[in-house]
Nanobody, 129 residues
Framework: QVHLVESGGDLVQPGESLRLSCAVSGSTLDFYNYAWFRQAPGKEREGISCISSRGPNSYYTDSVKGRFTISRDTIKKTVYLRMNSLRPDATAAYYC??????????????????????WGQGIQVTVSS
């Protein structure tokens, strides 16, 4: 059983940066792909970035490409999302999720058929002046 806990959410001004953390317990990082999703009020949940178990390789949606960076620390068992140049449209609850994919060089932010089995409780990010 994998347990995910997000932290690092905050209220920031447009243009500022934040780093979200996802602490993983119950497994090593190597067996899972990890992804960050977000859900803004009144909108559907959106997958924005993922990192594969092998490589690792990463993927970003166009809305965050070039501004957000996903990474992981296998010793600290933590997955990070560095968010730069934040805009008000980044205001959302952010969720970390894990998908059992040992030795996978590929990841996806599409949660088809419940691909991502484990989810954190979410953390709020608010970007406002």
């Amino acid at each position: 059983q994998v347990h995910l806990v997000e932290s690092g959410g905050d209220l920031v001004q447009p243009g500022e940066s934040l780093r979200l953390s996802c602490a993983v317990s119950g497994s090593t990082l190597d067996f899972y792909n990890y992804a960050w999703f977000r859900q803004a009020p009144g909108k559907e949940r959106e997958g924005i970035s993922c990192i594969s178990s092998r490589g690792p390789n990463s993927y970003y949606t166009d809305s965050v490409k070039g501004r957000f960076t996903i990474s992981r620390d296998t010793i600290k068992k933590t997955v990070y999302l560095r968010m730069n140049s934040l805009r008000p449209d980044a205001t959302a609850a952010y969720y970390c999720a894990a998908d059992w994919s040992p030795n996978s060089a590929f990841c996806t932010v599409v949660d088809a058929d419940g691909r991502y089995e484990y989810w954190g409780q979410g953390i709020q990010v608010t970007v406002s002046s």
